[in-house]
């Protein structure tokens, strides 16, 4: 359980009992005293967790009996985790962090908690009908308007044109249903299999809340790709996983979209675990694993270098879009007689590739008053001028040696700006080289 998690010393049931009318009624006393309850009775685990947030969060909740039973701790281990990735992603948002939960099921127990214990803002998403409706009731009930928003979505859709993509969030948090629908139900007609006792279900009678077609890998699939699509908007994305064997293909799903990197942890509080997954398309940001193509360009050599270029800069050099600004960075590259070579591209983003033989890109404003002052007086230029011109060090002086490999990739960030990267591949003078590269590019280009 986490470190921080108040549950870490369970709730003192014979306290509760005695505070509480209606919890004393699930409350049972065994032999040596000890009171308990039958965490297998969906009705006692529900009035546990009433109780408690009223006592413990002054949260008035009043649960539905035929829909998911929030338990606590386990609420509060996945919310503790994402304050820990928030801090150490070092959040634009420090004074306001803003949350999507999807999904937010009977009485939105994330976003009210969250609310209470940290201040948090929250957008929660809901497809079922009486959920959305308690859900509203409890925010009300407790006077939690100015911190969440619940909406009512459609099933088709988790969070593509259900949120405001003008907002940046800072995270979103989901718990899918962890079954499969086509194997959760009785395997033929003739078999009668019982409902599933509490908490496998959660004492929830709802379909849609504990199963779905093709699990939790699906589902969570299906998440990942609209996640792809509003990567601009939302720093971190995270969810529960219900079963350890999910973890594998989804992280091989994160792999295949492209995500940066990415985290797991481990929630356990009493008999029950569950596990958390958190990744991000943000390159600023490293959660913890990162793909094997970025492993392999951290040992080639250091981050790239970034530039940032503003809509107002780029005005009078025509059309303001990722493609317009690489091409006109490869004609630059292309004067300097470097080689381009295209490298795959992906929707927003564009990326060359370029070798140079020698170095044509130093000390050319020198080159330039030389190349004037011959011109001027009608002589050829003298072989000395020359070399003074084009000296090398010894590095340079085997082109072969000095061939330097790069990439430039141009990508929307927003709106009114666009990011040109480079990137030290191999040979030159290293780093030192794609910097001087990218000051020519600022003098000749951007900054013109």
Same mark, same amino acid.
């Given at each position: 359980m986490h470190p921080r998690n108040p549950?870490?010393?369970?709730?003192?049931f014979k306290e509760l009992a005695l505070k509480f009318? +209606?919890?004393?009624? $699930?409350?049972?006393?065994?032999?040596?005293g000890k009171i308990e309850i039958d965490f297998k009775d969906a009705a006692a685990v529900r009035a546990l967790s009433t109780v408690l947030l009223k006592r413990d969060f002054n949260l008035e909740v009043e649960l539905p009996p035929d829909r998911l039973v929030p338990t606590l701790p386990l609420r509060i281990n996945y919310l503790l985790w994402v304050e820990d990735l928030l801090q150490s992603a070092k959040p634009a948002t420090e004074q306001l962090v803003h949350g999507i939960d999807i999904g937010t099921g009977a009485c939105c127990?994330?976003?009210?908690?969250?609310?209470?214990?940290?201040?948090w803002h929250f957008t929660a998403t809901e497809t079922d009908e009486v959920n959305f409706k308690c859900s509203v009731d409890t925010v009300e009930r407790n006077c939690l308007q100015t911190h969440v928003a619940v909406i009512k979505v459609s099933a088709e859709s988790m969070l593509r044109g259900n949120i405001d993509t003008t907002k940046l969030y800072d995270f979103t948090m989901c718990n899918p249903p962890f079954f499969d629908s086509d194997s959760f139900g009785p395997k033929s007609r003739s078999e009668k299999r019982p409902l599933p006792m509490c908490p496998k279900s959660g004492g929830s009678t709802s379909a849609t809340e504990i199963a779905v077609k093709g699990g939790e890998v699906k589902f969570i699939e299906n998440l990942i790709n609209e996640c792809h699509d509003l990567k601009p908007c939302v720093r971190l994305f995270t969810t529960?996983?219900? $079963?350890?064997?999910?973890? @594998?293909?989804?992280?091989?799903?994160?792999k295949d979209a492209g995500a940066c990197s990415w985290?797991?942890?481990?929630f356990c509080q009493g008999r029950t675990t569950r596990w958390g997954l958190a990744w991000t398309f943000s390159d600023n940001i490293v959660l913890g694993s990162p793909t094997q193509s970025q492993r392999k360009t951290r040992m080639k050599g250091p981050p790239p270098l970034n530039y940032s270029i503003s809509r107002e800069r780029w005005s009078s050099k025509g059309e303001f879009s990722v493609a317009c600004v690489l091409l006109k960075s490869v004609e630059l590259l292309n004067s300097l007689k470097m080689e381009i070579r295209k490298v795959k591209e992906k929707k927003g983003r564009k990326a060359v590739e370029f070798i140079a033989k020698e170095n044509t890109w130093s000390n050319q404003r020198r080159r330039q008053? +030389? +190349?004037k002052r011959i011109a001027n007086q009608g002589l050829e230029q003298p072989e000395l001028k020359k070399a003074k011109i084009d000296v090398a060090t010894p590095e340079q002086q085997n082109n072969h040696k000095f061939c330097l490999k790069g990439l430039i990739l141009v990508e929307e960030t927003d709106t009114d700006?666009?990011?040109? !990267?480079? !990137?030290?591949? +191999?040979?030159?003078?290293?780093?030192?080289? @794609?910097?001087?590269?990218? !000051?020519?590019?600022?003098? $000749?280009?951007?900054?013109k």
């Open positions: 549950y870490r010393i369970p709730p003192d009318p +209606e919890f004393r009624k $699930h409350a049972k006393q065994k032999l040596s127990i994330y976003p009210i908690l969250a609310a209470r214990m940290k201040g529960m996983v219900g $079963h350890k064997s999910s973890l @594998v293909p989804i992280k091989a799903l994160l985290k797991e942890t481990e008053r +030389e +190349e700006f666009i990011s040109l !990267q480079l !990137q030290w591949i +191999e040979g030159g003078l290293g780093r030192e080289s @794609v910097n001087q590269i990218l !000051q020519y590019m600022k003098n $000749h280009l951007f900054e």
